[in-house]
């Protein structure tokens, strides 16, 4: 290789000042119907996001009066996956109960 030592040099440095993006965060967000016992959300919620039960009824009570509620923010993958452990979770239970996703 010909490289001068100076050369080599500034392209460390360059390199070095050069930052990893952070990755872009989600909310999953769970919507709020007439027909999902609140039980259920309240559980879904301890389960897929691993809140309290204390903060999973908070959680509900906020679906339940304003028809959303943030569960958690998260990269796009880890948002993914737990927005359809709630849709799963909801099918397997007979509910509609509906979670989506929205870019911070």
Known sequence: ??????????????????????????KVILLNDDYTPMEFVVDVIQKVFKKSY????????????????????????IAETKMNQVLNLSKESQHPLQCILEKI
């Open 1 to 26: 290789m010909n490289t001068k030592p100076h050369q080599l040099e500034e392209t460390i440095e360059k390199k070095s000042q050069l930052k990893p993006k952070l990755p872009k965060n989600y």
């Open 54 to 77: 204390d903060e999973a009824t908070k959680i509900m009570l906020q679906i339940h009066t304003e028809g959303i509620g943030i569960c958690g923010t998260y990269p796009l993958e």
